[in-house]
């Protein structure tokens, strides 16, 4: 697995590679429903979702733009979440 740092925060690169490809290109640039679901897809890779998984699901939300459905869901989505 592999990390990035920022502002002295260790996140999940793949899940913020995963929200960039979504956010970047054609489109308009925020993330909708089923990326929300890919997102949490990936983020259960394992047998759970690690701290630093819900840390850099978090910093999505608080750094991506999304669509006001998927913001819902995501909300729900994290809530939810008990992490291993």
């Given at each position: 697995?592999?990390?990035?740092?920022?502002?002295?925060e260790?996140?999940?690169?793949?899940?913020?590679?995963?929200?960039?490809?979504?956010?970047?290109?054609?489109?308009?640039?925020?993330?909708?429903?089923?990326?929300?679901?890919?997102?949490?897809?990936s983020?259960?890779?394992?047998?759970?979702?690690?701290?630093?998984?819900?840390?850099?699901l978090?910093?999505?939300?608080?750094?991506?733009?999304?669509?006001?459905?998927?913001?819902?869901?995501?909300?729900?989505?994290?809530?939810?979440?008990?992490?291993?």
């Amino acid at each position: 697995m592999a990390y990035v740092t920022i502002d002295g925060e260790k996140y999940e690169k793949e899940l913020l590679d995963l929200a960039k490809e979504h956010t970047t290109g054609r489109g308009e640039g925020k993330l909708s429903k089923d990326e929300v679901e890919a997102l949490f897809t990936s983020a259960h890779d394992g047998p759970g979702i690690t701290e630093t998984e819900l840390k850099t699901l978090k910093y999505i939300r608080a750094n991506f733009e999304f669509t006001e459905a998927s913001a819902k869901l995501f909300d729900t989505k994290v809530a939810e979440v008990k992490t291993v």
